[in-house]
């Protein structure tokens, strides 16, 4: 079975600063996909953040990075240069090439502060 | 991107009524849609799974008959609540993927919908 463990209900980090949320995971499947996922307040779901399982490059977007250690089954994302807003609460999720489900992990409720 | 829009964004109900959320694909056909249901607070959890003219798949423990679910067309799926009483009151959100779900396909999140049963 998939699993997603975000261990960290919430943090906090003040502007400018780095952050850096954990995520573990697990699966049996060697095709999946990781991601992060902001929802703000607005509760509209974007995506941050994708990471292919066979790519062994940590994905950046911008501010957003991540560390993807496969075998540790580890899929942290590293927010750098905080901005007022990113806050908001960040969900990682894994999906497998076959099945389509997203899984989610607890969410981690960032906020950022000035 | 692609935008998926949900109708309508807020609701209030009596207890008892049946109330109609929509999900729509604006600029995309989807084949699969995806809807879940959130408390405040707490992650997104699965409810089903609905493939356009076929029946959906419901995950285990969401009730069938309550949560009646219709994917007539390729940029349409409904989600009904049928008799809704005060616990069914919460945040449900749709997401849509072109293709099939044999491969990975970026989902697409609606803007969600909010539900209050009185």
């Known amino acids: 079975a998939q699993t997603v463990t975000q261990s960290q209900p919430e943090m906090s980090v003040q502007e400018a600063e780095t952050v850096t949320l954990s995520c573990t995971y697990d699966?049996?499947?060697?095709?999946?996909?990781l991601f992060w996922y902001k929802q703000p307040p607005s509760r509209q779901m974007i995506l941050v953040i994708r990471?292919?399982?066979?790519?062994?490059q940590n994905a950046t977007e911008n501010r957003f990075s991540v560390n993807f250690q496969k075998a540790a089954k580890s899929f942290s994302l590293k927010i750098s240069d905080s901005q007022l807003g990113d806050t908001a609460m960040y969900f990682c999720?894994?999906?497998?090439?076959?099945?389509?489900?997203?899984?989610f992990g607890q969410g981690t409720e960032l906020s950022v502060k000035p | 991107g692609a935008v998926v829009s949900q109708h309508p964004s807020r609701v209030i109900c009596k207890s008892g009524t049946s109330v109609k959320i929509e999900c729509r694909s604006l600029?995309?056909?989807?084949?699969?849609m995806f809807w879940y249901r959130q408390f405040p607070k707490q992650s997104l959890m699965l409810m089903a799974t609905s493939n356009e003219g076929s029946k959906a798949t419901y995950e285990q423990g969401v009730e069938k008959d309550k949560f009646l679910i219709n994917h007539a067309s390729l940029t349409l799926s409904t989600l009904t609540v049928t008799s809704a009483h005060p616990e069914d009151s919460s945040f449900y959100i749709c997401s849509a993927i072109s293709g099939g779900v044999r491969s990975y396909n970026e989902q697409f999140f609606g803007p969600g919908t909010r539900l209050t049963v009185l």
């Open positions: 600029d995309f056909q989807a084949t699969t």
């Open positions: 699966t049996s499947e060697n095709n999946y996909y």
């Open positions: 999720a894994s999906i497998v090439r076959k099945g389509g489900k997203l899984i």
């Open positions: 990471q292919e399982a066979y790519k062994q």
